[in-house]
């Protein structure tokens, strides 16, 4: 199973950027697919963005033109750049991968923007 760490959340002030890296323990050049996911106090998991392994990727409808999700293969990184942060982005913020139709969760980072 793959072993997936996230890091690079914290606090922001409204407005603010972030990034969030996902390191993973193995190649992601064979993942079919990593997204993020996020979760607040109270509320389900949702996802909030994704790639395929040809690049392609797709957006929540809440963080469209704010967040960008990208893949390092040679690092087997996949990173989250967001800005404009809002206080309603304050969650922990999970990578996850589906590899060979199996899928593996980080650990969580958690994000907070309040002033």
């Known amino acids: 199973q793959v072993q997936l760490v996230e890091s690079g959340g914290g606090l922001v002030q409204p407005g603010g950027s972030l990034r969030l890296s996902c390191a993973a323990s193995?190649?992601?050049?064979?993942?079919?697919?990593m997204a993020w996911y996020r979760q607040a106090p109270g509320r389900q998991r949702e996802w909030v963005a994704g790639?395929?392994?040809?690049?392609?990727?797709n957006y929540h409808d809440s963080v469209k033109g704010r967040f960008t999700i990208s893949r390092d293969n040679a690092k087997n990184t996949v990173s989250l750049q967001m800005i404009s942060l809002k206080p309603e982005d304050t969650a922990v913020y999970y990578c996850?991968?589906?590899?060979?139709?199996?899928?593996?969760w980080g650990q969580g980072t958690q994000v907070t923007v309040s002033s």
């Open positions: 193995g190649s992601i050049f064979s993942m079919d697919y």
């Open positions: 790639i395929n392994n040809g690049g392609t990727t």
């Open positions: 996850k991968s589906i590899a060979r139709g199996v899928p593996s």
